[in-house]
């Protein structure tokens, strides 16, 4: 069975710039999260996703962040414009159940902003 | 607020010699306590969830325990393949952030052989 999918892997970009990461998370699972790793911090939550709909976006940074999940399938999560502070690690995980169920995560897609 | 506290930051062994991390939490209403592995340049693994005081898993090496208000992964005669950060995660009923997990900064283990 196929993981949670990440790409790209890794993302260099001058501030100002737009990029879109995506997620393709495993067949079957509803929830889908968003989170971030910003160097020397914890992994912090962004947004989830139960199938196509926003169930809790409250740790979006700004207005600057956009995320959809067309159909309920994969995921993106768009920066426009990015910013220096927003390099970091972004992790995408998906699971079958919300309460207690477990998260499986990708490899993340590293953002570099210059 | 919610939050999780890991100690040590960092921890270094020789192959075969045991050891404890620890896992300090505050959560309003626990429905879950999650342990992860991450490996450089990978996402977390899934290791454990332990969902209750007194509840214990085990994998192989490792071993977790839950209190009311830490959990521990205890590492039994360790291998130079244990080398990795180890993630605790906690998901609260009452959790600003609904059902997302709320981390801790994580433990990094060095096992030399």
């Known amino acids: 069975e196929a993981g949670v999918t990440q790409f790209p892997s890794h993302s260099v970009i001058e501030k100002g710039q737009t990029v879109t990461l995506r997620c393709d998370p495993i067949?079957?699972?509803?929830?889908l999260y968003w989170y971030r790793r910003v160097m020397g911090k914890e992994i912090k939550f962004l947004l989830h996703?139960?199938?196509?709909?926003?169930?809790?976006e409250s740790g979006m940074p700004n207005n600057r962040f956009l995320a959809e999940r067309t159909g309920g399938t994969y995921s993106t999560l768009k920066v426009q414009p990015a910013e220096l502070e927003d390099s970091g690690v972004y992790f995408c995980?998906?699971?079958?159940?919300?309460?207690?169920?477990?998260?499986?995560f990708g490899a993340g897609t590293r953002l570099s902003v210059l | 607020e919610d939050q999780v506290t890991q100690s040590p930051e960092a921890l270094r062994l020789q192959e075969g010699e045991s050891s404890s991390l620890n896992c300090s939490y505050t959560?309003?209403?626990?429905?879950?306590l999650f342990w992860y592995r991450q490996d450089p340049g990978k996402g977390p693994e899934f290791l454990f969830t332990?969902?209750?005081a007194g509840e214990e898993k085990e994998k192989e090496r490792l071993k977790a325990t839950l209190t009311k208000k830490e959990s521990f992964l205890h590492i039994t005669a360790p291998k130079p393949e244990d080398s990795a950060t180890y993630l605790c995660?906690?998901?609260?009923?009452?959790?600003?952030?609904?059902?997302?997990?709320?981390f801790g900064k994580g433990t990094t283990l060095s096992v030399s052989s």
């Open positions: 995980a998906s699971s079958q159940g919300a309460s207690r169920g477990i998260q499986y």
């Open positions: 959560v309003s209403g626990l429905r879950g």
């Open positions: 332990l969902y209750s």
């Open positions: 996703f139960v199938k196509e709909s926003k169930q809790d």
């Open positions: 067949s079957g699972h509803d929830n």
């Open positions: 995660a906690v998901q609260g009923y009452l959790s600003q952030a609904g059902t997302a997990l709320i």
